[in-house]
Each structure stands twice: as structure tokens, then as C-alpha cells.
């Protein structure tokens, strides 16, 4: 009876094991302190798929655990994008860049 359960327990696990695909990636941004940080957690956690962010921000890097099924990195790089950060390659969304507060500037009036 109890190797029957240990039996069907271990089929529940494997074939759970295909649609839960996970991927863990660093993106480096623009970021410049912990009003930047906030803004981009804040954004990052509405997309779908995201499942954890943590922004080191005197390294400036994101590391970002996300669902492969449902989001990548390329619309990670556009959510962080959109929110006036570099991210990797893409360049920060203009406009929102310049509606952030000049400490969170690339130049940050230093
Ligand atoms: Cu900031």
C-alpha cells in the first residue's frame, strides 16, 4: 500500500517535471539606486512568468527567474527598457527616461 503511494507520488513529480521549466538570467541596466530598484522590481513582477527579481544595484545587475513557457529575456530586456533603464543591448525607452528623477539618471548630477 505505501509503495503504491511512494509509486504514484514519484509519477505526479515526473510528469510535472516538463511544464515546469525554469530559467535564471543577469541583465545589466542602468540603474543607479534604490528608487531605481523599486521601480524596476515593481515593473518586473507584472510581467507574467516572473517568478523572482533581485537587483544589485552597485553592480547594476538584475538577476531574473521567469517561467520559460511564459515570458523571455528579450521582453524582460523591454519591461526594464520601458521603465528608462538600459538592459543589456536595448537602450532605455526615451521618454521614460526622461521623466525619471535626475538621481536615477545615467549621469545622475554627478
Ligand atoms: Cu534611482
Known amino acids: 500500500m ?5 509509486i504514484c507520488f514519484t509519477q505526479v513529480m515526473y ?8 530559467n535564471t538570467v543577469e ?3 542602468s540603474m543607479q539606486c534604490d528608487m531605481c530598484k523599486e ?6 513582477y507584472k510581467v507574467k512568468g516572473v517568478v523572482s527579481v533581485n537587483v544589485n544595484i552597485p553592480t547594476k545587475i538584475v538577476q531574473i527567474t521567469f517561467k520559460t513557457k ?10 526594464i527598457s520601458s521603465q528608462g533603464y538600459d538592459a543589456d543591448h ?5 521618454q521614460a527616461y526622461d521623466g525619471l528623477p ?3 539618471k545615467k549621469d545622475g548630477g554627478h
Open 90 to 94: 536595448i537602450p532605455a525607452n526615451k
Open 15 to 22: 510528469s510535472q517535471q516538463p511544464t515546469a521549466k525554469f
Open 102 to 104: 535626475d538621481c536615477c
Open 39 to 44: 521601480r524596476v522590481e515593481k515593473k518586473l
Open 70 to 79: 511564459q515570458t523571455n529575456i528579450e521582453n524582460i530586456r523591454e519591461a
Open 27 to 29: 541583465i545589466h541596466t
Open 2 to 6: 505505501l509503495s503504491a503511494i511512494i
